[in-house]
């Protein structure tokens, strides 16, 4: 019953640091993506993927790059960490495009901090 | 673009009212989905109501109803007989074709729950 699993939980990097937060549903969803929280602001989309092979930008996606080899895996690459990036990422799946397909289902969130 | 507005930074409550959260969305698209979030102090997201743009009934699950008035572009969440344990912070957010992808969201309201 893991449903969406982030890993790591937390995480310190140094400016130009790169690092990869990853993302894995036992869902069998189609659809997985990327949001930022940050203080005092709602969920920004960083990007996301509607199947393998197939990725998107969301809202926010400059210092961020993702690939999507399975349906499983969705890993999140900080490619130069910088300050701005200091924020709780959440990845989040659901079963696909088109009418209602259900709730966002939410990983329990990774706190990045960078110095 | 699609949008969502969240007015109420944040809400006091007493115990074992009835309380009203507000959203306001904007889009131009017929077809949407529209969905409240629950995040408390330990960060998860958790799941709470849906509503489609075509249902003709307001969406209701156990003590949360989504007060949806379509022309006003509203879509409110009322929690009934409100619990200490429904303190946290709640986003509305929104998706194309009545579905769960690329969701918008708000920027959240504080709820807080007093004895």
């Known amino acids: 019953n893991a449903g969406v699993t982030q890993t790591p939980k937390f995480q310190v990097l140094k400016t130009g640091q790169s690092m990869t937060l990853q993302c894995a549903q036992d869902?069998?969803?189609?659809?997985m993506s990327w949001y930022r929280q940050d203080p005092g602001m709602g969920l920004r989309l960083i990007h996301y993927?509607?199947?393998?092979?197939?990725?998107d930008q969301g809202e926010v996606p400059n210092g961020y790059n993702v690939s999507r080899s399975t349906t499983e895996d969705f890993p999140l690459r900080l490619l130069s960490a910088a300050p701005s990036q200091t924020s709780v990422y959440f990845c989040?799946?659901?079963?696909?495009?088109?009418?209602?397909?259900?709730?966002?289902?939410f990983g329990e969130g990774s706190r990045l901090t960078v110095l | 673009a699609q949008k969502i507005t969240q007015t109420q930074p944040g809400m006091f409550v007493q115990e074992k009212e009835a309380v009203t959260l507000d959203c306001t969305y904007d889009?131009?698209?017929?077809?949407?989905?529209l969905f409240w979030y629950k995040q408390p102090s330990s960060g998860e997201m958790i799941f709470l109501i849906y509503?489609?743009?075509?249902?003709?009934q307001n969406a209701t699950e156990g003590r949360y109803s989504l007060n949806f008035q379509k022309a006003r572009k509203s879509a409110n969440l009322v929690i009934s007989a409100s619990q200490l344990g429904d303190s946290a912070m709640y986003f509305c957010?929104?998706?194309?074709?009545?579905?769960?992808?690329?969701?918008?969201f708000g920027q959240g309201t504080r709820l807080t729950i007093n004895p």
């Open positions: 989040a799946s659901s079963i696909g495009q088109g009418g209602n397909t259900g709730e966002l289902f």
């Open positions: 869902m069998n969803h189609e659809y």
């Open positions: 993927s509607v199947g393998a092979g197939i990725t």
């Open positions: 889009t131009s698209d017929p077809s949407y989905g």
């Open positions: 509503q489609g743009s075509y249902d003709q």
């Open positions: 957010a929104m998706g194309k074709d009545q579905g769960a992808q690329k969701l918008v």
